[in-house]
């Protein structure tokens, strides 16, 4: 039986909309669309906006189409549907989601097709669940954690790069999601330019082409900042700490993101002293291997973190490993310690936060980076 009801919904925008496309395609021929779609405008900002959208949408979906016809109506990037923001909080917005949850579970008129897509869907409401028992839903995620977009955005950039007709080198692809972010439609604009920028040149896409050709992101200059910390490359981290600044990053932020990467490399440095984690290099870059089986406390205290490392994407535990081998544990612990000091100050000092969050990471860096790469 043909399905009249599609829910698209998730933060990945770009994957959303290739779906609805899809949809549209599959289901009104082109030449039928000036009579056979009628699109809606979900993007609203008030109540009474919301109210109306879906009043609309409940009149059209129960209005045969001209001459007769089956219609399908789209309701684009509907901003009301989540009861948790607004104007989606109104009890006149919800009073009329729920109306239109009955009609769903009635099921629609007869030749009648309904497409809805919004980014923000909670998954628990009864909209959410009617679309799920009486139609199809097309979920691309909501609120992951930044290692499930990392992996996401690793998984995905196999097929946009099938689709772009380049290849691209497993560190390049670690060199180019660093640097574009995780945004779907981030990827592909970039890919875009990098076809573009390379013609016809044989071979594969070269870090120096990524460099030349792909935008820096706002989430790639935050991992810049933390790679150089990792990296104990105090000309990286001035340039990358520049340029945050520049964009007005919040100083708590910032520190917040090296913190984090502090953990991070503690964890896996405590592991590599345990020999619980096995990091070398080796021809095709770094090889980390975990110990299998490991000793039972090792797998006890590995399991009770917020994040098993164990499970961290493949291309992220190499980085992060190597940066970890660059710093002693005692260093990480001081250099923990020295950021607890750094966010205490920042809400008490009067000192500018640039200078005391610039003077403390390069503290923390220590050493000129060639004597920490020779330990």
């Not at 669309?33 to 699109?39: A, D, P, S, T």
């Not at 009955?102 to 980014?119: E, F, N």
């Not at 640097?179 to 439609?185: D, I, K, P, Q």
């Not at 592991?271 to 770094?286: E, K, N, P, T």
Request: glycine share 6%; aromatic share 4%.
């Amino acid at each position: 039986m043909p399905v009249n009801l599609h829910l698209v919904c998730g933060s990945d925008d770009y994957l959303a909309e290739q779906q609805a496309r899809a949809i549209v395609d599959a289901t009104v021929p082109t030449a039928e669309r000036v009579l056979g779609l009628e699109i809606l405008d979900g993007r609203v900002d008030t109540k009474d906006a919301a109210v109306a959208v879906i009043r609309q949408c409940l009149e059209s979906v129960q209005t045969a189409g001209f001459f007769g016809g089956g219609k399908l109506v789209w309701l684009r990037n509907a901003t009301f549907l989540n009861p948790q923001s607004r104007p989606g909080d109104s009890e006149d917005v919800k009073a009329r989601v729920a109306e239109l949850v009955t009609l769903l579970k009635g099921g629609l008129p007869a030749g009648q097709r309904l497409l809805i897509t919004a980014v923000s869907v909670a998954r628990n409401t009864a909209f959410f669940k009617a679309c799920q028992a009486t139609g199809e839903v097309s979920d691309f995620g909501s609120g992951e954690k930044p290692w499930d977009q990392e992996k996401l955005a690793r998984e995905r950039l196999d097929g946009l790069l099938q689709d772009a007709g380049l290849e691209m080198p497993e560190e390049v692809r670690d060199r180019f999601l660093q640097r574009v972010g995780t945004s779907t439609r981030l990827l592909a604009v970039e890919l875009e330019k990098l076809r573009t920028y390379r013609g016809k040149a044989p071979g594969a896409v070269t870090a120096e082409d990524v460099d030349a050709i792909a935008s820096v992101g706002r989430e790639a200059m935050a991992w810049d900042l933390t790679d150089a910390l990792g990296d104990r490359d105090p000309a990286r981290l001035v340039a990358a700490l520049r340029r945050l600044e520049a964009q007005d990053e919040n100083a708590i932020g910032l520190v917040t993101m090296a913190e984090r990467r502090i953990r991070e490399m503690l964890i896996l440095r405590q592991a590599i002293d345990q020999r619980w984690l096995q990091v070398r290099d080796s021809d095709r870059g770094v090889f980390c291997q975990w110990g299998d089986p490991l000793p039972e406390e090792a797998d006890r205290m590995l399991q009770s973190l917020p994040k098993d490392p164990r499970k961290t994407a493949p291309f992220i535990l190499r980085r992060t490993s190597a940066q970890a081998k660059r710093y002693t544990l005692q260093e990480l612990r001081r250099a923990r310690h020295l950021l607890i000091e750094l966010r205490e100050r920042l809400v008490s000092s009067s000192a500018p936060p640039d200078i005391l969050l610039e003077t403390t990471l390069l503290r923390i860096i220590g050493l000129h980076p060639a004597i920490a790469a020779a330990r």
